[in-house]
T-cell receptor
Framework: DAGITQSPRYKITETGRQVTLMCHQTWSHSYMFWYRQDLGHGLRLIYYSAAADITDKGEVPDGYVVSRSKTENFPLTLESATRSQTSVYFC????????????FGDGTRLSIL | AQSVAQPEDQVNVAEGNPLTVKCTYS??????LFWYVQYPNRGLQFLLKYITGDNLVKGSYGFEAEFNKSQTSFHLKKPSALVSDSALYFC?????????FGTGTRLLVSP
């Protein structure tokens, strides 16, 4: 089963550039999430989506934009990358909200020089 | 606001010995609690959850967790550790529209 896939797995870019991280899930889960993982912080929620065309801010949304035109895709865009956005980004999905187990992709390691 | 604390950055245990990874939480109302495991270069994998009912929750790979309301704790346990259990473990609590994760505990199981 394909599950949830993230691309690219690794990305290096420069400050000020726009970069988009892709997330695709094959389960038709209604909820999708974006997290960033940083040492000492665990995972922090950036944005989430309860359904297509419905998105909402998480804990650390500044500098990020999301869209969800189709249920299976949930791209995350950094409009003007900054060094503080260097991190590992995880996409996740769940079927029926945050009180159900979330299924995670394998992450995108993003370095901003 | 809900929060989770994992007081140990690392736990070391010998193979075959029991293991405990600690988690305490703070949340308004009834807690929904989760444990996830992360292996190197992989995403998090769900282990188990507590919503209501029995205080001892059984999960994947022989793991279980004990919910203690008076101590606001949700410790992860396994009777006999395996070297392959070495990984990063996260406790999480759900609140209004989001899941809050602890900072993680690295478990090292020595042969």
């Amino acid at each position: 089963d394909a599950g949830i896939t993230q691309s690219p797995r690794y990305k290096i870019t420069e400050t000020g550039r726009q970069v988009t991280l892709m997330c695709h899930q094959t389960w038709s889960h209604s909820y999708m999430f974006w997290y960033r993982q940083d040492l000492g912080h665990g995972l922090r929620l950036i944005y989430y989506s309860a359904a297509a065309d419905i998105t909402d801010k998480g804990e650390v949304p500044d500098g990020y934009v999301v869209s969800r035109s189709k249920t299976e895709n949930f791209p995350l865009t950094l409009e003007s990358a900054t060094r503080s956005q260097t991190s590992v980004y995880f996409c996740a999905s769940s079927n029926r909200g945050i009180n159900q187990p979330q299924h995670f992709g394998d992450g995108t390691r993003l370095s901003i020089l | 606001a809900q929060s989770v604390a994992q007081p140990e950055d690392q736990v070391n245990v010998a193979e075959g010995n029991p293991l405990t990874v600690k988690c305490t939480y703070s949340v308004s109302g009834n807690p929904y609690l989760f444990w996830y495991v992360q292996y190197p270069n992989r995403g998090l994998q769900f282990l188990l959850k507590y919503i209501t009912g029995d205080n001892l929750v059984k999960g994947s790979y022989g793991f279980e967790a004990e919910f203690n309301k008076s101590q606001t704790s949700f410790h992860l346990k396994k009777p006999s550790a395996l070297v392959s259990d070495s990984a990063l473990y996260f406790c999480a609590v759900s609140g209004f529209q989001k899941l809050v994760f602890g900072t993680g505990t690295r478990l090292l199981v020595s042969p």
